[in-house]
């Protein structure tokens, strides 16, 4: 099993920034690509952005395209994302997830966090 733990979220006003991670435990494989997903209420899951096991390669979604950047930290077991420009439509759950194929279904993903909330104030 794998455990992940988001941290980072909070409150801020639209055009603000916020970092937020996620820390993997157990039995972590560096080789796993994770991503960021968002929930609104009312809304189904979407995905965010995904980077693969070496951090080579990433993917964003057009909404957060040129504001958003993920990175991550094997030796940490750790992933981030940086939010700019953050506008009252990000505002949202990020899950934090873990798996085996790079891309953008949710159904790949085999290992979620518990959500960390944004919210951003116009």
């Known amino acids: 099993q794998v455990q992940l733990v988001e941290s980072g979220g909070g409150y801020v006003q639209a055009g603000g920034s916020l970092r937020l991670s996620c820390a993997a435990s157990?039995?972590?494989?560096?080789?796993?690509?994770m991503a960021w997903f968002r929930q609104a209420p009312g809304k189904e899951r979407e995905f965010v952005t995904t980077?693969?096991?070496?951090?080579?390669?990433?993917i964003y979604a057009d909404s957060v395209k040129g504001r958003f950047t993920i990175s991550r930290d094997n030796t940490k077991n750790t992933i981030y994302l940086q939010m700019n420009s953050l506008t009252p439509e990000d505002s949202a759950v990020y899950y934090c997830?873990?798996?085996?194929?790079?891309?953008?279904?949710?159904?790949?993903?085999?290992?979620w966090g518990q959500g960390t909330q944004v919210t951003v104030s116009s």
């Open positions: 997830a873990a798996g085996g194929r790079f891309n953008t279904a949710l159904k790949d993903y085999d290992y």
């Open positions: 157990g039995r972590t494989r560096n080789w796993y690509n």
């Open positions: 980077i693969n096991w070496s951090g080579s390669n990433t």
